[in-house]
């Protein structure tokens, strides 16, 4: 029914519930209205260090195991999606940097994100989406730096982030293998803020492009070797995706309990519509997709630990969950009948929310294509 | 300065309650238990006197097993030492009895820090009985002046100026260190700990003290030693429905509530 935690982590699930039911549940709904970004909820989380929890415990983290870092995900996640996802957008920033940086890149940027409270994972470009190959920004060496051009977008965090992981093309002839990846602090001159999207939901999590103009970085910034950027960008997304998929098992949870509670308080034909077998059916359907997307999830993260490949299981989870998180918003708004479609009522704004999990962080189709390749190999 | 501050592990207070008609009590075996909202107030006050004039914060507990939780989240915010006083012999104890248990915890503890305390909080009230006695009473068989229902306090000459909220305004009081005092809600909430502080809150031991520890009297504590004694609980009866009141305009809403009221005689 949740998330198989060791025990002594409970206090924290607690904590961060506590936190979530009463600092952002109720709160984000006007910053849903008018997009303002809510700079002061951040402020708390960011206290509270929600945004560390990734940060492995030789660079200064607090070494919680995945499946508890999961679980108090989740709990974020089901007050408000966007926050969830500025979490999860951070720690995929990061993962890059550990998956690939030197040791001293590691802990300077584990100092950095700790300070700044964001970072940004920069792949995608206006020509670059499912094709990442297609990218346009480059990378020129210039003596003991390299210079940067190009614009990225639909970028998390963009303006609030501490660094920027971006890919940028060192060699365009060879197409996805002169693909670099590095590093950009926040602050270097020649990378500004374009564009802020108006989405359609997670709209507590900021989204905008981020430009390069003759943007200067030292060349140590560089993140493993040149050539290797699209191979990291990948490797990070095998990692990231499933916490993508916990925020969606957040909607889906959402989406249950609320509508558990209408279900027990709507009263028609003289009883309340939960008596109804048709909507008991309905929302044991929603719980089967939850639960199963909330454990593919533990398994794909699980696994990560282990010296197996999890690119397969990533995928699912990833896929799978944003899958339940959109059935799951649709039913909810459905057994809310007329009242679930007036945004006086919490469960409109998860269908909003819902749709961008089966599209960013590599689309549904996307992962049906890692999926299917993994099976079939080369054949 | 030496800070105490006393907490009591009590019922989640916003899940309701209801009486359990076989015991003849309130049955709360599955509310989860939290730290009593005062006692909430109080560590922060506590907290945020600390770090703007220093000292250390020692919290203590009257209670079962399961209060180390309590505490622990307590060292997570702000205090820094913790103890459990555990003994059968206070169980069922009244108002009385637990501040005879708190006064020998006090010099005890006093004694294990090698300091004696400047200043004792306590919530003004639990949620659970709500009595308001335990910090008064403390203070008087500690033989030290007592602030109830305080909302701020600052470091004085001779000891501290503290703000105490009263019904029709506050009052501004000076009082002697070492003393008690009682906290109402001031302006803030309590902060939330941070996820290092409760990483490091696990590794805090806190001790067990029992009255034999303390060289108490277990004939003053507990049930029998009580002088109050519960005779009946039951459930208030329940509200009925109001009369609604709502005209085409204020004027005649506000004519017909007085209206109503003058028939009924209220006036």
């Given at each position: 029914?949740?998330y198989a935690?060791?025990?002594?982590n409970?206090?924290?699930?607690e904590?961060?519930?506590?936190?979530a039911q009463?600092?952002?549940?109720?709160q984000c709904?006007?910053?849903?209205v008018s997009?303002e970004?809510?700079?002061?909820?951040?402020?708390?989380?960011?206290e509270?260090g929600?945004?560390?929890?990734?940060?492995p415990?030789e660079?200064?983290?607090?070494?919680l195991d995945?499946?508890?870092?999961?679980?108090?995900?989740?709990?974020?996640s089901?007050?408000d999606?966007?926050?969830?996802t500025s979490?999860?957008?951070?720690?995929?920033?990061?993962?890059?940097?550990?998956?690939?940086?030197?040791?001293?890149?590691k802990q300077?940027?584990a100092d950095?994100l700790?300070e700044?409270?964001?970072?940004?994972?920069c792949?995608?470009?206006?020509m670059?989406g499912?094709?990442?190959g297609?990218?346009?920004?480059?990378?020129?060496?210039d003596?003991?730096?390299?210079?940067?051009?190009g614009?990225?977008c639909f970028?998390?965090?963009?303006?609030?982030?501490?660094?920027y992981?971006?890919t940028?093309?060192?060699?365009?002839?060879?197409g996805?293998?002169?693909?670099?990846?590095?590093?950009?602090?926040?602050?270097t001159?020649?990378?500004?803020?374009?564009?802020?999207?108006n989405?359609?939901?997670i709209?507590?999590?900021t989204?905008?492009d981020?430009?390069f103009?003759?943007?200067r970085i030292?060349?140590?910034?560089l993140?493993?070797e040149?050539?290797?950027?699209?191979?990291?960008?990948?490797?990070?997304?095998?990692?990231?995706?499933?916490y993508m998929?916990?925020?969606?098992?957040?909607?889906?949870?959402?989406?249950?309990?609320e509508?558990?509670a209408?279900?027990?308080?709507?009263?028609?034909?003289?009883k309340?519509?939960g008596?109804n077998?048709?909507?008991?059916?309905?929302?044991?359907d929603m719980?089967?997709k939850c639960e199963?997307?909330?454990?593919m999830?533990?398994?794909?993260?699980?696994?990560?630990?282990?010296?197996?490949?999890f690119s397969v299981e990533s995928?699912?989870?990833?896929?799978?969950?944003?899958?339940a998180?959109?059935?799951?918003?649709s039913?909810?708004i459905?057994?809310f009948?007329g009242y679930g479609?007036?945004r006086?009522?919490?469960?409109e704004?998860?269908?909003?929310d819902?749709?961008?999990?089966?599209?960013?962080e590599g689309?549904?189709?996307?992962?049906?294509i890692?999926?299917?390749?993994n099976?079939?190999?080369?054949? | 300065?030496?800070?105490?501050v006393?907490?009591k592990?009590?019922?989640d207070d916003s899940?309701?309650?209801s009486?359990?008609?076989?015991t003849?009590?309130a049955?709360?075996?599955?509310i989860?238990?939290?730290?009593n909202?005062f006692?909430g107030?109080?560590?922060?006050?506590?907290?945020?006197?600390?770090e703007?004039?220093?000292g250390?914060?020692?919290?203590?507990s009257?209670?079962p097993?399961?209060?180390?939780?309590s505490?622990?989240?307590?060292c997570?915010?702000?205090?820094?030492?913790?103890?459990?006083?555990?003994?059968?012999?206070?169980e069922?104890?009244?108002?009385?009895?637990?501040?005879?248990t708190?006064?020998?915890?006090?010099?005890?503890?006093?004694?294990?820090n090698?300091?004696?305390?400047?200043?004792i909080?306590?919530?003004?009230?639990?949620?659970?009985f709500?009595?308001s006695?335990?910090g008064p009473?403390?203070?008087?068989?500690?033989?030290?002046?007592?602030v109830t229902?305080?909302?701020?306090?600052?470091?004085a000459e001779?000891?501290?100026?503290?703000?105490?909220?009263?019904?029709?305004?506050?009052?501004?009081?000076?009082v002697?260190?070492?003393c008690?005092?009682?906290?109402?809600k001031?302006?803030y909430?309590p902060r939330?700990?941070?996820?290092?502080n409760?990483?490091?809150?696990r590794?805090?031991?806190?001790p067990?003290?029992?009255?034999?520890d303390?060289?108490?009297?277990?004939?003053?504590?507990?049930?029998?030693a009580a002088?109050v004694?519960v005779?009946?609980?039951?459930?208030?009866?329940?509200?009925?429905?109001?009369v609604?009141i709502?005209?085409q305009?204020?004027?005649?809403t506000?004519a017909?509530?007085v209206?109503?009221?003058l028939d009924a005689?209220?006036?």
């Amino acid at each position: 029914m949740a998330y198989a935690i060791p025990e002594e982590n409970y206090d924290l699930l607690e904590t961060v519930r506590e936190f979530a039911q009463k600092e952002i549940k109720e709160q984000c709904k006007e910053y849903d209205v008018s997009g303002e970004f809510p700079q002061e909820i951040y402020d708390q989380m960011i206290e509270m260090g929600l945004h560390t929890l990734e940060i492995p415990e030789e660079y200064g983290g607090m070494g919680l195991d995945k499946v508890t870092v999961a679980a108090l995900l989740e709990q974020v996640s089901i007050a408000d999606a966007g926050f969830g996802t500025s979490l999860a957008a951070t720690g995929l920033a990061y993962k890059a940097i550990l998956i690939s940086g030197t040791e001293e890149q590691k802990q300077k940027y584990a100092d950095v994100l700790t300070e700044s409270g964001f970072a940004c994972f920069c792949l995608t470009e206006p020509m670059a989406g499912s094709d990442p190959g297609n990218s346009k920004t480059t990378a020129v060496k210039d003596g003991d730096e390299y210079v940067i051009n190009g614009r990225k977008c639909f970028i998390t965090n963009a303006g609030k982030g501490g660094f920027y992981v971006i890919t940028a093309m060192t060699d365009k002839s060879k197409g996805i293998h002169g693909m670099s990846a590095f590093v950009v602090d926040a602050d270097t001159p020649g990378l500004s803020i374009g564009n802020h999207e108006n989405k359609m939901g997670i709209r507590c999590s900021t989204t905008a492009d981020v430009v390069f103009e003759d943007c200067r970085i030292p060349a140590e910034n560089l993140l493993g070797e040149e050539g290797q950027g699209y191979k990291i960008a990948m490797k990070t997304l095998d990692l990231a995706r499933p916490y993508m998929g916990c925020v969606a098992v957040g909607i889906a949870q959402r989406a249950i309990d609320e509508s558990i509670a209408y279900m027990k308080e709507r009263i028609q034909f003289g009883k309340p519509i939960g008596k109804n077998q048709g909507l008991q059916f309905k929302l044991a359907d929603m719980q089967i997709k939850c639960e199963t997307a909330r454990q593919m999830v533990a398994h794909a993260v699980s696994l990560q630990d282990t010296d197996k490949k999890f690119s397969v299981e990533s995928s699912i989870a990833k896929a799978y969950a944003g899958d339940a998180a959109m059935e799951c918003a649709s039913e909810a708004i459905q057994i809310f009948g007329g009242y679930g479609y007036s945004r006086e009522y919490p469960v409109e704004k998860l269908l909003r929310d819902a749709k961008i999990f089966q599209i960013f962080e590599g689309t549904n189709e996307i992962q049906k294509i890692v999926i299917a390749n993994n099976l079939l190999g080369k054949f | 300065m030496e800070i105490l501050v006393c907490i009591k592990q009590v019922p989640d207070d916003s899940v309701e309650v209801s009486l359990n008609q076989a015991t003849g009590k309130a049955d709360i075996e599955k509310i989860a238990p939290i730290v009593n909202a005062f006692d909430g107030y109080a560590l922060e006050m506590a907290t945020r006197f600390k770090e703007a004039h220093g000292g250390n914060i020692t919290v203590v507990s009257v209670g079962p097993d399961k209060a180390r939780d309590s505490l622990r989240n307590c060292c997570a915010v702000g205090a820094s030492k913790a103890f459990l006083v555990k003994d059968e012999a206070t169980e069922g104890s009244d108002t009385l009895g637990t501040a005879y248990t708190l006064s020998k915890a006090v010099a005890k503890i006093e004694e294990e820090n090698g300091v004696k305390f400047d200043i004792i909080f306590c919530g003004k009230e639990t949620t659970d009985f709500t009595s308001s006695q335990v910090g008064p009473m403390l203070a008087q068989l500690l033989n030290l002046p007592q602030v109830t229902n305080i909302v701020g306090l600052e470091p004085a000459e001779g000891g501290l100026a503290v703000k105490q909220e009263t019904e029709e305004g506050y009052n501004m009081i000076d009082v002697a260190t070492p003393c008690v005092v009682t906290v109402a809600k001031p302006e803030y909430d309590p902060r939330y700990p941070t996820m290092k502080n409760k990483m490091a809150a696990r590794k805090v031991v806190i001790p067990d003290i029992t009255a034999a520890d303390m060289g108490a009297d277990t004939a003053l504590m507990g049930e029998t030693a009580a002088k109050v004694k519960v005779a009946k609980v039951y459930e208030p009866a329940k509200k009925e429905a109001g009369v609604k009141i709502k005209e085409q305009t204020v004027e005649e809403t506000v004519a017909k509530a007085v209206g109503i009221m003058l028939d009924a005689k209220v006036f």
